[in-house]
């Protein structure tokens, strides 16, 4: 997750990396974008695919656990609040929807389920998607989620990768020196991230 301000006041930090929060449905669906509106509608349990897209498969909701920065990032975006917050208030994620913790497993249940609808890191969807996992992830608001788009911020969901620290000493300085050389970018990205280089 990205630092809270508070945490910023007491804490040294450099930003390595940015991930992005994606939304995902089994590759059966039409669908191929889909807007803030429509997850709102969707994940309240108000609206249905066959409403959307005529698709006949009712929709069937993946969520995360509370605790898990997926979900933060979510009803930060969406406005929503898990129905499992304490004392959540507002428009809330349909109860329907199935909770699980990892990335791993809402990919599974979307992939096997054509009425599937999920939200997972963006390097994960991607890496699952190359190795034939039947999911396509969806553009939002009509942005395509891609290094780029991420990087300058127009794509509309966004956190920080951080090392945190409270001095910088001289075993830290020698580790951002790695990881900021052209082969420790490399691994940012091979580990889901969209490396930020020397910023």
């Known amino acids: ?91 809330l994620i349909s109860r329907s929807a199935t909770v699980i913790g990892s990335n791993l497993e809402s990919l599974t249940l979307v992939g096997g389920q054509h009425g599937g609808l999920g939200y997972v890191s963006f390097g994960t969807a991607a890496s699952f998607v190359k190795q034939g996992m039947p999911i396509r992830i969806m553009q939002l608001d009509g942005i395509t989620p891609s290094a780029q788009t991420i990087q300058s911020g127009q794509y509309p969901i966004r956190r920080e990768l951080n090392l945190v620290y409270r001095e910088k000493t001289p075993a830290i300085e020698a580790l951002l020196s790695v990881l900021k050389t052209s082969r420790g970018q490399a691994v940012i990205n091979q580990a889901g991230f969209i490396a930020v280089g020397n910023r």
């Open 1 to 91: 997750r990205s630092l809270r301000a508070e945490e910023k006041v007491d804490l040294l930090y450099t930003t390595l990396g940015l991930a992005t929060l994606v939304f995902i449905v089994n590759e059966a669906n039409p669908q191929q974008s889909i807007s803030k509106a429509q997850l709102i509608s969707l994940y309240t349990g108000r609206t249905q695919w066959q409403q959307l897209n005529g698709f006949p498969w009712p929709v069937q909701l993946v969520s995360k656990e509370v605790g898990r920065s997926t979900l933060d990032l979510f009803e930060a975006f969406s406005g929503l609040k898990s129905p499992d917050r304490v004392g959540a208030v507002g428009l």
